[in-house]
């Protein structure tokens, strides 16, 4: 458990705003009305609470402040010297300090103030000694304010830092920057530390959490740390330095063989030894990281050597915990963060080198022999040398014997998947849904189930001379159509004379004729313009050409030309000339005739009457270039919208909808003074 969260420290306000809380909340919560007319005690009992509320109001705030900022010599040494590495322990205590001092001043000054306040005289006498005694403390908390900005910072780094148990289960990661050392705690926890192929991109500790046997550890990853003196290293690398030598951890040093981090395998072997003296009492060991780029085997003779003496003193962290010299496999491991090979094998390295040094730890502590004084092995002695075998009920040896013929036969039973491999396999074979069936006989199960069809069963309806039924109904119409023959009426010519004869062969092949240039313009309806008539220059469709071709098969044109002029329409519309006589004949009688109401409508009906019908404007015609009746309402659709005419300058106008402000802000918000409510 964490036994450190510093999230939880209150926010430390400005000396400004420090004032200002606390003076509102006198005001709120301490009477505000007095007048000279009381008595003296009164007046006096009035402002000295205000001015004793104002005094424990700042000594309750001040000293949240205090106790909630952790004090340096009372934490874990982890986090005494990583609060100094990061914001100077003494700059820390003396802002502290300044706090304290400032409680203890305006706890004097109240104090001060009271007494004089009890011999106040006066209503004014009071109230000015009240002011003074608020404005004194002001004046302390004012002076102060530098201090409460540096709290305030302090607290939101404070905030923003891992929280880290120094007593719990802990794996240490620790090298040069840029071998590896972020990518492996990626690997093994939840993490998302920032990774890039440049030096310093960790600045700060950063913790992740793995599990290993059922047990939670915590991995924490350091900023790298440079080969130089004490004294010249950073903020960043001396956060690494904290925790190397405060907390009990397994240390895993990151040693880049490849050299791709920017440093040789010599300049990382200094920084081993220079730093070795903070492995001490702690699991150590040496990771060989990028075996990708480069094995270890295939390393020089001289880096070789290097790598062996830091292992030999990884060895001697193992044989102080109590093990054996020849445990190598632990010390020395290779891995590629990149490939994730090894990965693994490392982590569960460091975890059980880990747990074994714990456990030796509680076995060698004094808790062990409070512990075993508790315990008491019994170990019973043989009375006599009778052999007394377990007696088991005959029940239990009945049900047993049971229990392991099931078991045989659930053994020999065979599967699906073994019927399935021994009748051809997948696709092939077919399981029975039906052999589970529960029937009073066995025969039944492969039967073929009625299907049902709106309550019925379908197959009582079913005729099983059905297809010769259907067989002989075909015969029988085929045998209709061949008496009926061929539909289409054709003329045998046995009754007609020779001039009807010539004149059949004639309509004959004017028909043919006819169908062969109604086939050729369809052929080339969507090519072929369409024309007017009024270009006819061939002169094809008059009445004229019309008579003359129905003289000429012996037929009378006259009834057929009247019907084409009465269906064609005209330029203009004329008076008929029964109406022109009729008005004339009524003009002869009568000057002037005014008509009536019914003979208006019943005139203006016959004139619809004769009115050519003008043809719809979305009515589809050929050739016009749409290919359908939407698509031209569509195009007419889109024409109408692109000629509306735009709105003039988007003004409102009389015909628009308006919705009126009900309640003008100007009339109904703000605080009424006196005198303005006739207004309201």
């Not at 209503?123 to 000015?128: I, P």
């Amino acid at each position: 458990m964490v036994q450190y969260n510093f999230k939880k420290i209150t926010v430390v306000p400005n000396g400004k705003d420090f004032v200002d809380i606390i003076l509102s909340r006198t005001q709120r919560q301490t009477p505000t009305v007095v007048h000279k007319g009381y008595a003296i005690s009164r007046i006096r009992q009035f402002y000295m609470r205000k001015v004793k509320y104002t005094q424990q109001n700042f000594y309750d705030k001040l000293s949240t402040i205090i106790d909630e900022f952790p004090r340096l010599d009372d934490i874990h040494p982890f986090y005494g010297d990583l609060l100094h590495v990061l914001y100077n322990k003494d700059h820390y205590k003396l802002a502290l300090g300044q706090i304290n001092t400032a409680r203890n001043l305006i706890s004097k000054v109240a104090k001060d103030y009271v007494k004089l306040l009890k011999y106040g005289d006066s209503l004014y006498r009071c109230k000015s000694l009240k002011v003074a005694a608020l404005g004194r403390m002001c004046t302390v908390i004012k002076r102060i304010g530098p201090s409460l900005a540096y709290l305030e910072q302090i607290r939101q780094h404070m905030a923003r830092l891992p929280s880290i148990d120094p007593n719990t289960r802990t794996i240490l990661i620790c090298g040069y920057p840029n071998v590896g050392k972020s990518s492996f705690i990626n690997k093994i926890t939840r993490a998302d530390v920032d990774v890039q192929p440049y030096a310093f991109t960790t600045k700060s500790l950063f913790v992740g959490h793995t599990d290993y046997k059922y047990l939670r550890y915590q991995v924490i990853d350091t900023p790298g740390i440079l080969d130089r003196p004490f004294e010249d290293r950073n903020i960043i690398e001396m956060c690494s330095i904290t925790a190397l030598a405060h907390l009990r951890a397994a240390v895993l040093f990151f040693l880049d063989i490849s050299g791709s981090c920017g440093y040789s395998i010599a300049q990382q072997a200094a920084l081993f030894h220079s730093i070795k003296s903070l492995f001490m009492n702690k699991p150590l060991m040496i990771v060989c990281n990028k075996t990708d780029l480069q094995p270890l085997d295939g390393i020089s003779e001289e880096d070789k050597k290097l790598v062996t003496e830091m292992k030999d003193e990884a060895m001697k962290t193992v044989i102080g915990q109590g093990g054996e010299a020849t445990d190598e496999a632990g010390v020395l491991l290779t891995m590629s963060t990149l490939t994730e090979d090894g990965v693994i094998s490392v982590k569960n390295a460091a975890c059980e080198r880990l747990l074994n040094q714990r456990v030796e730890l509680k076995m060698k502590s004094k808790k062990l022999n409070d512990c075993l004084n508790r315990f008491h092995v019994a170990m019973p002695k043989p009375r006599d040398q009778k052999e007394r075998p377990p007696c088991i009920p005959e029940v239990v040896l009945e049900a047993r014997a049971k229990q392991a013929e099931a078991d045989a036969e659930k053994q020999k039973r065979k599967l699906e998947r073994d019927l399935e491999n021994e009748n051809g396999g997948a696709g092939v074979y077919s399981a029975s849904l039906r052999k589970h069936y529960l029937l009073a006989n066995e025969e039944w199960k492969e039967d073929i189930m009625p299907e049902i069809l709106d309550g019925h069963n379908v197959y009582d309806f079913v005729d099983p001379d059905i297809l010769q039924r259907l067989e002989e109904l075909e015969r029988e119409e085929g045998l209709r159509q061949e008496e009926e023959g061929d539909d289409d009426f054709e003329m045998d010519g046995a009754e007609l004379t020779p001039e009807e004869k010539a004149a059949l062969a004639e309509i004959r092949k004017k028909k043919s004729l006819l169908i062969q240039q109604h086939r050729m313009k369809k052929s080339t309806a969507e090519s072929r313009p369409t024309v007017p008539r009024k270009f006819d220059k061939d002169k094809e469709f008059t009445s004229k050409r019309m008579g003359r071709q129905l003289s000429a098969l012996g037929l009378d044109p006259t009834l057929a030309i009247n019907r084409a002029r009465s269906k064609s329409r005209g330029r203009k519309r004329e008076r008929s000339v029964e109406r022109g006589d009729d008005i004339g004949n009524d003009a002869m009688d009568v000057d002037e005739i005014t008509p009536s109401k019914k003979q208006r409508r019943s005139r203006s009906l016959s004139m619809s009457r004769s009115r050519s019908m003008s043809r719809p404007r979305s009515e589809f015609v050929p050739g016009e270039g749409f290919k359908d009746k939407p698509q031209k309402e569509k195009a007419i659709k889109m024409f109408k919208n692109s000629a509306n005419k735009r709105n003039k300058d988007a003004r409102r106008g009389e015909s628009d909808r308006v919705i009126p402000t009900l309640k003008p802000k100007h009339l109904f918000s703000g605080k009424r003074s006196s005198g303005k409510t006739d207004r309201r």
